[in-house]
């Protein structure tokens, strides 16, 4: 017998008693309703309406980071502070790991700080980010005032990178699957190998260090995208938000160090 009830014409009903309920949504992917499955017209807008928010909020803390880059690379004080000691750096990094988790308590406890919450990690994270810009400008041949071409060249190849895997996934539907003890040990390496370099001052080093962020960044962007586009179960656009700014934060920071790299050759 057919695992599905069929017409004369032999074109399908729906799902069969006799079918197993998760047979039935492999088949039909919506909600599934007595013998029949019809689409579940809510679900799909709160989906869309999910997504939205995600990106949304990643508009925001984008934004924010600009923001902060911006003020940092044009302000001597803020640069001086942030060049008198190797050991910043290292703070850096804590605070690049500790306040997205703030953030995110934040926006998900209380969702009308949402925004609030991401654009001031954004900004945070560019604040951070300023001295690299300031480089990149120095570099450029331009002062901080009148803008750079690597740091342009920079933004503009990591939002068509952005563009394109975010396209790729959405029309897909793909799902990225990678094994966690290798993004694992690609951050450890990434952890360790940072504050050494800032004493052996290894220009292969630092290239090497900036391709495995850069690959860490694209990683970050094309499961999260694969993670909104594809589980019906994922319901957190603050989380989301945050994974995707930090895709786009390390990708921005490797292909920037790789321009200034090749810039000083």
Known sequence: MSHFERNHDGAALGASHQVPLEDQRSVYPYTVRGEATIPDRSEILRRQNMIHTTYLYLAVAVFGCMAG???GA???GFLSVMFSSGWIWLGCLFILNFVPTIALRVAENTPRLAVPALAIDGAIAGLCLAPLVYVGLHFSGQDASTGGNLVSTAIMVTGAMFAAV??????NKTQFQVKGAMVWG????AMVAVPVNMFLQSSLLS???SGLVGLLGLYQL???TSLIATDRN????????L???AGVFNLFQAILSLLIAGGRD
Request: proline content about 3%.
């Open 186 to 189: 690609l951050f450890g390496f």
């Open 69 to 71: 880059a911006y003020w």
């Open 222 to 224: 094309a499961t999260t």
């Open 234 to 241: 994922f319901n957190s656009p603050a989380a989301g938000a």
């Open 207 to 209: 290239l090497v260090i």
């Open 243 to 245: 994974l995707l700014f």
């Open 166 to 171: 975010t396209a790729y996934v959405h029309i």
């Open 74 to 76: 044009h302000s001597e």
